[in-house]
């Protein structure tokens, strides 16, 4: 077995309302930087143990599906790195 | 009364309404079972309660760690074979990312926590509260930081054909709009049902006396034990 | 190699330690003096001003020196409570600062075997730009955490000002119910026993939080400290809570300290010198989050969620049952011998040996420096004649430190645990126990400006403020906690006005007979030589003689009389919020202590029977003055249906509805019983006045001579959105 | 000006407790999943008008040090795209 780190970018579905990327993007144009949008979502790292890239890759997958994100309203990307530490 | 009705309780590390939720069931003359959240099979029961808190710290979202809890595998079967479950709060919470009950729970619009007496109407008879008419105006307080009720896209016409439309925010006349919607709930939804499975986000547990500001919340859980609007103690 | 200025200590104090203990420290015994001889840990500057302050009482189960003071609620249930301040790690991380602020009290309490039931907030913050982000940050921090654990916000305060703009103020009271007779405290540990760390991992977090962070002012040296700050952790605070509470409930342990301030060092020497043993600690057993950290470095760290239990062994095998229960991490750390020493050992290698009576019980004490109290009383009226204008109506309501504060408290939850009958929305929380009475009444009051010009009075006006409010409920006080928060003691003008705030408190807890348990010293508020105003927040719990039915804040119905209950003779707007907007603050009224302590007796034995007298309602009297207490009354309605006319003598003037003077009361009475009330003077020797009474048409009206109109709803414009309405 | 895709990562400092990261761990573990760590953060995308890439990444560590992260215990990384919308 070996280690790997697994990296998950967890986002709001495109047309679910993110109060917390509009206020930040208020926030930010009150500062007078020239922005027009912001979302915010997850980043989680996983280190996971599994045999090679391409099975860490699909346990991170399934994690990604059952608990890590809500399907409902998120949607998420996995990528995969070895792993030292 | 019905001392003989258990009522299962799960605690989950981190619920904190718990003591609450027996408290007002064991008022309302049914028995609370406590539930733990690491068994992986549930006693004899009449019904189950998941109820309010912060369980895991509503860390990562809202109830998606409760909700891979083991217990909630035995919750799931027992649902499926007919068990009347209620989530409150957290617990609505948990119920949604376990996938039996529709929708999702986001953060408040507000991004801050909300803790305040609201009223909600009964939007749909259910089978589940006997003697809860529709139309019924409940006053109930509302805490939460995640309530805002949403639904997958398209789903929500479904929610209302089918009558799972259970509670809505209203103003104590009854009527749902924008200035009656605390948390940006899509259609000012409250509560949903899914036959025997029903979410809430207000607490009736906290709800239970005229010095607390109000006793809707005894009713409606009377009424969900099927003790009648008016076995309330 | 450490030096003594590394660790915080002076010269002087380096010396002592050397002449006391014979040899030079090693570095890590010079860290644990850096630590424990802070002013933190030690409160070297204020400990002898605390002495004076009463600590006995019928009431009284423990006094100051435990984690919390504990007082006699009923035959059954004592009630924990403490006042804790979390300033600097607020201003440095809003969130998190105030969260692990709240987790620390908390533990407080939970480490007197009390289960807590309520916390109060008491804030103060600038009115900078900065000002609105960090008060959002800190609100944030104290409800994710303390709510989170399920303990509900009932009260608290809030208050502006520019003295606050670097330094703003975050002390939390926490309240905690345990069965009466339950012993539990640092003070048990006996020989035989063993050490138990128990809860989240040890990391590199806040080392020297205390001794540094909170024992120096701020500048820009103190810019690179920061990484020194804690994340709480709610969820593993509550289950660190439910294992405490269930060890200390079974009576496994027997002696119980938290973790806080100065993490190992101090509650390994607390618990060391409060029980009068010995403790060995091995530090290589503690469970480290973080890789190769230095015994130095795990006997400083402040990582929250952690507690000290001391085990008999026949308790083992039970306690860490407990513990897998609760899935907390644990690890035996020490164990407790006969001696008066603190052995730290890594494996079989001794890193440190010091006695405790040195580490703890000899860190000099600044001595008290008598008879530096300016303040003379008797001064003239701050304002003389001034008639009375209709827009400071407004002002006054729209001013921060009056304005509507549900924009707070609604982000916190009141109501959880079911104990609120009264939560934040009235001036006093009111929670029942079970089993109907009595109940609990809960009060705070940090009148800051009160003590700016004049901190002795100040102190007497912060206590008289907190009785006043507990006793419109006729709630029976049991005992104070203080939050002092004060400047840089070293400097001449702070201790001086810390001293006087102490002595006021001292003075007023004396006379009206209510002990002070418990508080907590705040020191070094003070930016670039710029001090914040001395600051009392005095907390105060009462027996409530009737929780399930307070009586009411406001009157019934129109026709009602209201009454003023001890109004000053000779009102003066010192220290008032009018006198701030009108630019002319000036020092705090001297109080007629005895004439508050006859109504302060007269409510708690009226009011139980309120019913036979006709009294429908009572509020107090505090900021904004008699004003702001009717329009709160008749705002706080809904429908505003109802409003107030109130007939004034003809030379009354802003001063008597405006003042601020602590201890006095409006009452809403029953016109049928008049004649009692007519009458009360001279049966109960209180002052009482009839001023008016309630009407149905929603305005204050005010005739002293001429008439002026308030109509209800622009007062709530201003005091819900503040700014100004001009009189129509 | 063009409009440009600011990618923010944002993570707590190493040693600083982190425990969103700690339960869910905790719950992947019990889950049977061979996890040995998990850290979790915050993926902030924001649109920004600059003249340049190399403009449009100077604001980004701008907000990024101003706003988005709290230097006291989180760093960022900030990476920049073009963006069409
Ligand atoms: N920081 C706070 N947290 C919780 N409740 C608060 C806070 N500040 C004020 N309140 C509640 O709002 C009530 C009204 O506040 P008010 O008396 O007008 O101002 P003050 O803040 O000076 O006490 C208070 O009695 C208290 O119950
Ligand atoms: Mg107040």
Not at chain 3, 380 to 408: M, T
Not at chain 3, 650 to 676: C, H, I, K, T, Y
Request: charged fraction near 15%; hydrophobic fraction near 45%.
């Amino acid at each position: 077995m070996t280690q790997f780190r697994l990296t998950f970018l967890v986002g709001l579905k495109a047309g679910i309302l993110d109060p917390a990327g509009q206020a930040t993007r208020n926030v930010l144009q009150h500062m007078e930087y020239q922005v027009d949008d912001v979302r915010i979502g997850k980043w989680i790292q996983v280190i996971v143990s599994a045999k090679t890239k391409d099975q860490a890759l699909a346990i991170g997958q399934e994690m990604g599906e059952r608990i890590l994100s809500n399907p409902v309203m998120e949607y998420f990307e996995v990528t995969v790195q070895a792993y030292e530490q | 009364m019905n001392n003989d009705l258990s009522v299962g309780i799960v605690i989950f590390p981190g619920s904190n309404c718990d003591n609450d939720t027996i408290a007002a069931i064991f008022a309302l003359g049914a028995k609370p079972v406590v539930l733990d959240y690491r068994l992986r099979s549930l006693p004899v029961l009449d019904r189950v309660i998941l109820p309010g808190g912060f369980s895991y710290g509503d860390y990562l979202r809202s109830g998606a760690l409760a909700a891979a809890a083991p217990i909630m595998d035995a919750v799931e079967k027992a649902a499926a074979n007919g068990l009347p479950v209620l989530g409150i709060c957290n617990g609505f919470q948990i119920l949604c990312e376990r996938g039996l009950l529709p929708g999702a729970l986001l953060p408040n619009p507000s991004g801050k926590f909300i803790c305040q007496w609201q009223t909600v109407r009964v939007a749909n008879e259910s089978p589940l509260f006997t003697g809860l008419h529709q139309g019924r105006i409940l006053r109930l307080p509302i805490a939460h930081h995640e309530g805002s009720y949403r639904t997958a896209q398209g789903q929500l016409a479904d929610l209302f054909d089918r009558g799972q439309v259970f509670l809505q925010y209203s103003d104590p006349e009854g009527q749902s709009h924008g200035l009656t919607n605390p948390n940006g709930s899509v259609a000012n939804i409250a509560g949903v049902q899914n036959r025997n499975v029903v979410g809430l986000m207000p607490h009736p547990e906290r709800a239970m006396a005229t010095y607390l500001g109000s006793r809707d919340g005894a009713d409606l859980l009377a009424s969900w034990l099927g003790m009648g609007e008016n076995a309330v103690c | 190699m450490l030096t003594h200025q590394d660790v915080g200590l002076s010269a002087s104090e380096d010396q002592e330690i050397v002449q006391l203990l014979g040899r030079r420290p090693n570095e890590l015994e010079l860290g644990l003096f850096g630590a424990l001889w802070s002013e933190h840990c030690s409160y070297k500057s204020s400990k002898n001003l605390l002495a004076q302050l009463p600590h006995q009482g019928q009431f009284v189960v423990q006094g100051p020196g435990g984690n919390a003071g504990v007082v006699q609620l009923s035959a059954d249930w004592d009630i924990a409570f403490k006042i804790e301040s979390h300033n600097h790690p607020s201003f440095v991380e809003p969130l998190q600062g105030a969260a692990t602020g709240v987790g620390g009290i908390l533990r407080d309490i939970v480490a007197m075997g009390a289960r807590p039931i309520a916390i109060a907030d008491i804030l103060k913050f600038g009115v900078n730009e900065q000002a609105p982000a960090l008060l959002h940050g800190v609100v944030e921090g104290i409800g994710a955490y303390g709510n989170a654990i399920g303990i509900p916000n009932v009260t608290g305060s809030l208050g502006f000002s520019a003295v606050y703009d670097a330094n703003p103020l975050v002390n939390v009271l926490a309240v905690g119910m345990r069965r009466h007779g339950l012993q539990v405290g640092a003070d048990g540990a006996r020989p035989g026993s063993v050490l138990i760390l128990i809860g989240q991992g040890t990391g590199r977090d806040g080392i020297h939080g205390a001794s540094l962070l909170a024992s120096r002012d701020f500048g820009a040296e103190t810019e690179e400290m920061r990484p020194t700050v804690q994340v709480g952790d709610p969820f593993m605070g509550k289950l660190l809570m439910e294992a405490t509470l269930a060890v200390v409930g079974k009576g496994f342990a027997d002696a119980v300290q938290d973790l806080g301030a100065a993490g190992l060092t101090s509650s390994t020497a607390e618990l060391a010198y409060a029980s009068s043993v010995g403790l060995i600690v091995d530090v290589s057993k503690v469970i480290c989050r973080e890789q190769n950290m230095s015994p130095y470095e795990i006997m400083l760290s402040e990582t929250q969620e952690r507690m000290l239990l001391s085990v008999p062994k026949q308790n083992l095998a039970s306690v860490l049952e407990v513990l897998a229960w609760y899935e907390l991490p644990y690890a035996e750390i020490g164990r407790v011998v006969a001696g008066d020493f603190l052995r730290i050992e890594a494996g079989d290698q001794v890193l440190a040996e010091l006695p405790t009576s040195v580490l703890v019980g000899s860190c000099p004490r600044l001595p008290v420096m008598h008879d530096v109290r300016i303040w003379d009383a008797g001064q003239p009226s701050v304002l003389e004649k001034i008639g009375l204008q209709s827009r400071w109506g407004y002002q006054v309501l729209g001013h921060p430190d009056c304005r509507n504060r549900s924009s707070v408290y609604q982000r916190y939850d009141s109501m959880i645990g079911t104990r609120t009958v009264w939560g934040p929305e009235h001036d006093v929380a009111v929670m029942h126990i079970g089993n109907g009475k009595p109940g609990l009444c809960i009060a705070v009051a940090a009148p800051a400006r009160w003590a700016a010009y004049d901190s002795y009075a100040g102190g007497i006006g912060a206590v008289v403020a907190a009785l006043s409010l507990v006793a419109a409920q006729g709630a029976v006080p049991l005992g104070l906690t203080d939050g002092i928060n004060a400047g840089n003691p070293a400097k001449f003008e702070p201790y001086r006005k810390m001293a006087d705030l102490i002595r006021g408190i001292g003075k007023a807890a004396e006379i009206f007979e209510v002990p002070v348990t418990g508080g907590n010293v705040s020191l070094h508020n003070e930016t670039e030589g710029q001090a914040i105003w001395p600051t009392a927040a005095i907390g105060v719990v009462a027996r409530h003689p009737n929780p399930e039915h307070p009586i009411a804040d406001a009157p019934p119905d129109a026709g009602v009389r209201i009454l003023a209950l001890n109004p000053p003779a000779n009102p003066d707007l010192g220290g008032s919020v009018l006198a701030e907007i009108l630019g002319r603050s000036d020092r705090y009224p001297v109080l007629d202590l005895r004439a508050i302590q006859h109504s302060l007796r007269f409510l708690v034995e009226i009011i139980p029977q309120a019913e036979t007298v006709g009294l429908l309602g009572c509020r107090a009297v505090g900021i904004g003055g008699l004003f702001f207490a009717v329009a709160k009354s008749l705002m706080t309605k809904t429908p505003m249906a109802l409003g107030a006319n109130l007939v004034l003598a003809g030379d009354a003037d802003a001063r008597f509805v405006f003042n601020e003077m602590a201890g006095q009361w409006v009452l809403f009475v029953d016109p049928e019983f008049q004649s009692f009330w007519d009458h009360v003077s001279e049966t109960h020797g209180v002052s009482v006045v009839d001023i008016g009474w309630v009407t149905g048409s929603p305005e204050v009206v005010i005739t002293a001579g001429r008439s002026l109109t308030w109509p209800l709803i622009d007062l709530w414009r201003a005091y819900r959105k503040g700014g100004v309405r001009d009189v129509r």
